[in-house]
T-cell receptor, first 109, second 111 residues
């Protein structure tokens, strides 16, 4: 069966510090991969999606970037975090349905 | 055209009652309509999904009704329980790539 791992679960970072969130998928090959952000009590905002290694599409201009160095690995990064980057970050993969990781709660202080 | 509209924004139901959440879409290319359940601090979990070639799908207490001509679909939760209290998202997808989510419905089931 397929599983998705996302870490860390919580993260507190100072403004201006770098960010790296990692997501890996097991049990499938060539999945579509996604990064979403969810503000408190709000909906899901698509940040990036990838249909293959090195192929990244950005949905929203922002202070973040994504990379897919391996087929089942998706990384969300920032060189310098802003206060507005705080939120709940979710990685997901899809074939037919979309399946989410458990999320990372990022607080920028 | 890429939007999925969802209502109500919040819903309060008594235990044992029926919870109904409605969604509407515009893009006729969408061919897969899942519903997700999200508990606080957790990622959304796929609850039930339907394709447009059927008008209804039932899994336990959860039923999706789909109206292709109206471009609407809804989630019905029968015999609602306090443990069903969560945020529910509808979504629409074309060929499992482009997922568009509704804004979510916060369901509270009172004991």
């Amino acid at each position: 069966s397929q599983t998705i791992h996302q870490w860390p679960a919580t993260l507190v970072q100072p403004v201006g510090s770098p960010l790296s969130l990692e997501c890996t998928v097991e049990g499938t090959s060539n999945p579509n991969l996604y990064w979403y952000r969810q503000a408190a009590g709000r909906g899901l905002q698509l940040l990036f999606y990838s249909v293959g290694i090195g192929q990244i599409s950005s949905e929203v201009p922002q202070n973040l970037s994504a990379s897919r160095p391996q087929d089942r690995q998706f990384i969300l990064s920032s060189k310098k975090l802003l206060l507005s980057d705080s939120g709940f970050y979710l990685c997901a993969w899809s074939r037919t349905g979309a399946f989410f990781g458990q999320g990372t709660r990022l607080t920028v202080v | 055209q890429q939007q999925v509209k969802q209502s109500p924004q919040s819903l309060i139901v008594q235990k044992g009652g029926i919870s109904i959440i409605n969604c509407a879409y515009e893009n006729t290319a969408f061919d897969y309509f899942p519903w997700y359940q999200q508990f606080p601090g957790k990622g959304p979990a796929l609850l039930i999904a339907i394709r447009p070639d059927v008008s209804e799908k039932k899994e336990g207490r959860f039923t999706i009704s789909f109206n292709k001509s109206a471009k609407q679909f809804s989630l019905h939760i029968m015999d609602s329980q306090p443990g069903d209290s969560a945020t529910y998202f509808c979504a629409a997808s074309d060929y499992g790539q482009n997922f568009v989510f509704g804004p979510g419905t916060r369901l509270s089931v009172l004991p």
